[in-house]
């Protein structure tokens, strides 16, 4: 062997980096840390200028059954509706005939169920509003 390293590189292989051959042992981890050097270097400037900022925003022609998936969280909206609008008149009932027998607990707990049901109904008449200004307050962070 001659007095200099006998180093090989041997050419990529499908998802393999270079293989390096070397005959010395200080020199090999020389050779290592400068590639990874290189590469560390190459990979941030490839980075760099691949950077871009996406700009997405809601498309309702981008999926194909979206107007049944609206029609289907509408229908789950009215349903929900209907269910406070229940809850508010059982609760209603129950705070009245608990009210006439001088059952306290239950007329508390009849008002109780009646304020539930109005503010089921509040969350889900706000929905649409309260997802709207999460989506701009979220569309203007920078």
Known sequence: MSGKANIRIVPDRPGQGPVFHIRR???????????LS?????????????AFTPNVSPNQNGL?????????????MALGL??????FAIGAIRAGMAGRTNNYQQTADGKQQML????????????????????KAGGGVH
């Not at 194909?64 to 789950?76: E, F, M, S, T």
């Not at 209907?82 to 809850?87: L, P």
Request: aromatic residues 10%; charged residues 15%.
């Open 25 to 35: 042992g200080r020199r090999r981890l020389r050779v290592l840390r400068d590639w």
């Open 38 to 50: 290189e590469t560390r270097l190459k990979l941030s400037v490839l980075a760099g200028s691949m």
């Open 64 to 76: 194909p059954g979206l107007d049944a998936v609206q029609k289907g969280v509408g229908g789950v």
């Open 82 to 87: 209907i269910a406070c609008v229940a809850w």
């Open 116 to 135: 539930w049901g109005a503010v089921g109904a509040f969350a889900i008449g706000a929905a649409g509003a309260v997802i709207t200004f999460a989506f």
